[in-house]
């Protein structure tokens, strides 16, 4: 019974719950960024390049025989993987470095003094007069 206690306490957890959100999140996103480049992204540049379609380039390594077929090589959809791959990495890298911008502003911010120092400070400055 305390296995089950303790999963559940595992997954309960804040944390744990965040995790999940955000690799749900992520894989929605990743998905999108997919659909990106390989509908909006590469067409053009597939048109730009004399009409290449990226996904379509390859290498046979072993043509066809009756049933079995061709074995090629394709490096067409690992270049879209890689494109799909430097986007998402990109939009990390600038989600990160916003929130890391956010955060030192936070930090950067002194907090205002307690009612009471200011009180005493007053009281201060009043007897040096």
Known sequence: MSIVKDFKDFAMRGNVIDMAVGIIIGTAFGKIV??????????????????VDFSKLAVTLKAA?????AVTLNYGV?????????????????????????????EAAPAAPPEEVKLLTEIRDLLKK
């Open 34 to 51: 997919s659909s990106f480049v390989g509908d909006v992204l590469m067409p053009p540049i597939g048109v730009m390049l004399g009409g």
């Open 65 to 69: 025989a009756g049933d079995v077929p």
């Open 78 to 106: 690992f270049i879209n993987t890689v494109i799909d791959f430097i986007i998402i990495a990109f939009t990390i890298f600038l989600v990160i470095r916003a929130m890391s911008k956010l955060q030192k502003k936070k």
